[in-house]
Every structure is written in structure tokens, then in C-alpha cells.
């Protein structure tokens, strides 16, 4: 039987690196469906209190993954993409040895492109569930 991965995940796009302190980790979300309820900001809370590097290291992790989408490299690849089709395109025009370079061309931006876009939908998964863990702590911070 063969397990469901979700589109929403990639390894590309990971939610704790190695430049997260191991105390931190615990505090902060690993996929896109983990839960977060009170509990678990009230242990952030508490967990804390008395750690000020821990809390910086997870409120910026979370700050940093929840401003970083895949706008900016989707937008690079487009223009790239672009690029090269017009090169290939008018390449193709003029010999069979460009026809078969367009083909190739054709497959390979097929390939990487289905790869860049499950990356992206997985970048911004990423976004969105720090956001929310992010104004969850704040909140609880604040109160």
C-alpha cells in the first residue's frame, strides 16, 4: 500500500534546518498539517520565559519563513524560461537539428517545471502555516 504525500511538501522547502537551535525546534511546525492549539503556545509561553535565545531563535525562524514565499524565484524562472524559448524557437526555425532542440527543450521545461511548481505551492504551504503560528505567539506574548 502505497502511503499519500502531500503536494504541499517538499524537501526543497524545509520547516527546521540545521541553524535551528535543537531547544527551538519543538516550538515550531515541521509540515503543513501539524496542529497548533493552546496548549502548545501556552508551552511556547512557558517554555520560554526564561530563554530569551530559544524564543528569538523560533520567532525568527517563523518571521523569516512566513515573509519568505516563492514569488520572487517563480518570477526569475518565468523570465528564464522565456528566455530560452525564444532562443530555441528561432533556433527551431532554421534546421532540423533545432526541431530536435526544441523537443528537448520542450520535455526538460516540462520536467523542471512540474518540480519548480510543487516547490513553490510547498514555499508558500510554508508561509502561510508560520504566519499563523507567528501571530499565534505574538498574540499570547502580548497578553
Request: hydrophobic share 45%; glycine share 6%; charged share 20%.
Amino acid at each position: 500500500m502505497s502511503t499519500f504525500r502531500s503536494p504541499l511538501i517538499s524537501s526543497s522547502v524545509p520547516y527546521v534546518t540545521d541553524r535551528v537551535p535543537e531547544e527551538a525546534r519543538q516550538y515550531l511546525p515541521h509540515d503543513p498539517d501539524e496542529r497548533l492549539d493552546a496548549q502548545r503556545v501556552l508551552a511556547f509561553v512557558e517554555g520560554t520565559r526564561d530563554k530569551p535565545d530559544v524564543r528569538l531563535a523560533v520567532l525568527g525562524t517563523l518571521r523569516a519563513h512566513s515573509t519568505n514565499g516563492a514569488e520572487t524565484p517563480s518570477s526569475v524562472v518565468a523570465v528564464l524560461f522565456a528566455a530560452i524559448a525564444i532562443l530555441v524557437s528561432s533556433t527551431a526555425s532554421m534546421s532540423d537539428f533545432g526541431v530536435a532542440l526544441a523537443s528537448i527543450f520542450g520535455v526538460g521545461s516540462v520536467i523542471l517545471g512540474g518540480w519548480f511548481v510543487k516547490t513553490a505551492f510547498a514555499a508558500h504551504a510554508r508561509r502561510i502555516t508560520c504566519g499563523v503560528w507567528l501571530a499565534a505567539y505574538e498574540d499570547a506574548l502580548r497578553s
